[in-house]
T-cell receptor
Framework: DAKTTQPPSMDCAEGRAANLPCNHSTISGNEYVYWYRQIHSQGPQYIIHGLKNNETNEMASLIITEDRKSSTLILPHATLRDTAVYYCIVRVAASGGGADGLTFGKGTHLIIQP | DSGVTQTPKHLITATGQRVTLRCSPRSGDLSVYWYQQSLDQGLQFLIQYYNGEERAKGNILERFSAQQFPDLHSELNLSSLELGDSALYFC?????????????FGSGTQLSVL
């Protein structure tokens, strides 16, 4: 799986958009970009994933550059409850029933300031 | 609520003892994953089961073992416990979408070895 690089921490004001960058310069053509987050001591929570195109769901938007070497997770209107560690993970899709374990790095600790 | 149930929530035991952690996946999910999270190691993938069979192994110690039963629930057995085994243990199950897959995590079992 391709390695990812994320800033260790970021601050964002409540109500503003939080933009979390992730570099994955060695990504392969068949590897997806996944984002998860973990609020203190809770289980990680799936946010969004994508392959090439930008994706949006009720939680966030994922912007993937054209060369796929980096991506940005956007939380459009950050709230205090969005304070968490955000993990960017790159891996191939599962083959034939189930996935191998995702490898979590250190992630970005996003702190939403009131 | 992720739909993944882990019991017990807290477990306190002594060195040298053996414990069993239990996980019930989301309805319909065939894959179960176990992760360990300690303060200094972050989230470490231990092992994955798919429909009763071991699918992938991560950084799981020989003192640890797991199994998935016909009803798809899973148990993680930790034996000859050491102080360093104190950690949060998460279980996850996967839902495969049309492209890529999502992992849904339980709320974890906090193990304290004294």
């Amino acid at each position: 799986d391709a390695k990812t690089t994320q800033p260790p921490s970021m601050d964002c004001a409540e109500g503003r958009a939080a933009n979390l960058p992730c570099n994955h310069s060695t990504i392969s053509g068949n590897e997806y970009v996944y984002w998860y987050r973990q609020i203190h001591s809770q289980g990680p929570q799936y946010i969004i994933h994508g392959l090439k195109n930008n994706e949006t769901n009720e939680m966030a938007s994922l912007i993937i550059t054209e060369d796929r070497k980096s991506s940005t997770l956007i939380l459009p209107h950050a709230t205090l409850r969005d304070t968490a560690v955000y993990y960017c993970i790159v891996r191939v899709a599962a083959s034939g029933g189930g996935a191998d374990g995702l490898t979590f790095g250190k992630g970005t600790h996003l702190i939403i300031q009131p | 609520d992720s739909g993944v149930t882990q019991t017990p929530k807290h477990l306190i035991t002594a060195t040298g003892q053996r414990v069993t952690l239990r996980c019930s996946p989301r309805s319909g999910d065939l894959s179960v994953y176990w992760y360990q999270q300690s303060l200094d190691q972050g989230l470490q993938f231990l092992i994955q089961y798919y429909n009763g069979e071991e699918r992938a192994k991560g950084n799981i110690l020989e003192r640890f073992s797991a199994q998935q039963f016909p009803d798809l629930h899973s148990e993680l057995n930790l034996s000859s416990l050491e102080l360093g085994d104190s950690a949060l243990y998460f279980c996850a199950s996967s839902s495969r979408t049309g492209q890529g897959e999502k992992l849904f995590f339980g709320s974890g079992t906090q193990l304290s070895v004294l």
